[in-house]
């Protein structure tokens, strides 16, 4: 039976620890952040995501998952590394590696000297020849050891929304293992063998591209699905049921996935991985006009949301939802952050409605983003709808949190629900 290090202790790096050690392996989540270390010492998840906080403190119970800041001793006592911390976007747009290479490096130091066989996964998204030109030579000189004998490195790309992850960790469309070696491949493989999907070994740059041709995929699925939206609402059509007949192509359209118009993309994947995708392609002097086009589609209609609170000629807003869905108090690139922003820097007076969020529990990069978008959201944070309602003479409903509040006794012309009100007629209630 495998043991396995976890490095970096997010969302995608705590419930693929929790998830491992669910299904029978010895796990040990790494993190250089005391904070989250103890957090899942104590049987507490350091991140909100559905079902999670229940299956971390079951697994840390059952003594099957802990956490520690020592990488020594974590990889010491495990075969394989998992390496799952951040790649965010660097000033360029280009993908930022550092986190990933004081990892890689600290593995290889661990390993140096020594006789132990590892396997090193990288969970985290990277373009296709980082891992190939950048990691593995750093690998290899940090270990003294060539690659390929008693240590190997390999990716297994993740496809985990947030706020569904465990479900999707459970039944994932496929599972990948990108290796230049097939029996690598095939050990990281096993360590889903109880998840019932296709599951492929491929090489490892094949690996690191499908990621982003999801991401990519996505995010147009989006950024198409609102410009229709847009164009239909001009014409006095019904976007959202445009769409819908739309996505009942099943032979040709493929997926209804994404394909729903309304309000602006975000959240910590498909900006960076756009960004990253469109820089690399500046670089090479390519042309990919349609991948350019997709986050300043996906600001415009940002825009026209701004644009339409800004018609309605009132100044209290009240927003319900602020992380970019429901369900994960994930704030980065969450549109409606921007929203926020941008309206108060015009003066408006605004107070924000999400039970997910807590600014005690923030962590990391999330409180990083909003501790530079939004220094000030515990100001703006209330803990009961009452007091938002009180406040607000217009109610902006931003991701799905919305779903749960009784708005009848609101007007129309006091709400603009932004999943609805961009892409659909003027005519139709938004709080039907």
């Known amino acids: ?155 297994n790309p993740e496809f985990l929304r947030e706020s569904v992850a465990i479900r999707d960790y459970d039944a994932p469309p496929f599972v990948i293992a990108g290796a230049s070696n097939p029996a690598a491949g095939e050990e990281v493989l096993n360590l889903y063998r109880s998840i019932d999907a296709e599951k492929v070994v491929t090489d490892t740059a094949t690996a690191a591209m499908l990621k982003y041709a999801c ?34 192509d099943t032979k040709l359209n493929v997926s209804r996935a994404y394909l729903r118009p309304g309000f602006a993309f975000g959240g910590s994947c498909l900006p960076k991985d756009l960004r990253a995708l469109t820089r690399h392609a500046e ?40 992380s970019f869905k429901a369900g994960t108090d994930d704030l980065r690139e969450s549109p409606f952050v921007t929203l926020v922003e941008t309206l108060i820097g015009r003066g408006y007076d605004v107070k924000i409605f999400d039970p997910g969020i807590s600014i005690s529990r923030l962590k990391g990069r999330n409180l990083a983003y909003i501790d530079q978008r939004l220094p000030h959201l515990a100001a703006l944070l209330v803990e009961e709808l009452d007091q938002l309602l009180s406040h607000g003479e217009l109610l902006v409903l931003g991701n799905d949190i919305a779903d749960d509040v009784d708005l009848k006794a609101r007007s129309e012309d006091e709400i603009v629900d932004l999943r609805r009100c961009l892409v659909t007629p003027d005519h139709e209630r938004v709080n039907a």
């Open 1 to 155: 039976m495998s043991r396995i290090a976890v490095f970096g202790t997010g969302y995608v790096g705590c419930v693929t620890a929790a998830c491992l050690s669910r299904d029978g392996f010895q796990t040990i989540g790494v993190d250089i952040d005391a904070e989250k270390v103890a957090a899942l010492n104590a049987g507490d998840s350091p991140v909100a995501e559905p079902g999670l906080a229940e299956l971390v403190a079951e697994q840390v119970a059952a003594g099957r998952l802990r956490a520690t800041e020592d990488f020594r001793e974590a990889i010491a006592e495990t075969d394989i590394a998992m390496i799952a911390v951040g790649t965010p976007s660097d000033r360029t747009g280009a993908v930022s590696t550092i986190a990933v290479e004081k990892v890689i490096e600290s593995i290889g130091q661990s390993l140096r000297g020594t006789d132990q066989s590892y396997n090193v996964v990288v969970r985290s998204t990277l373009l296709p020849g980082i891992l190939e030109n950048r990691l593995t030579p750093l690998l290899a000189e940090s270990a003294d050891s060539v690659l390929g004998d008693r240590i190997q490195i390999c990716n």
């Open 215 to 248: 991401n990519a995929y996505h995010a147009a699925k989006i950024g198409f699905a609102n410009e229709i939206g847009a164009l239909a609402r001009s014409f006095d059509a019904d976007g959202q049921q445009v769409m819908d007949l739309v996505c009942r």
């Open 283 to 322: 670089e090479a002097a390519m042309k990919v006009s349609l991948l350019r086009s997709i986050l300043p589609s996906n600001q415009e209609h940002l825009d026209r949301a701004i644009r339409l609170i800004e018609d309605r000629g009132k100044k209290k807003i009240g927003l319900i939802g602020l």
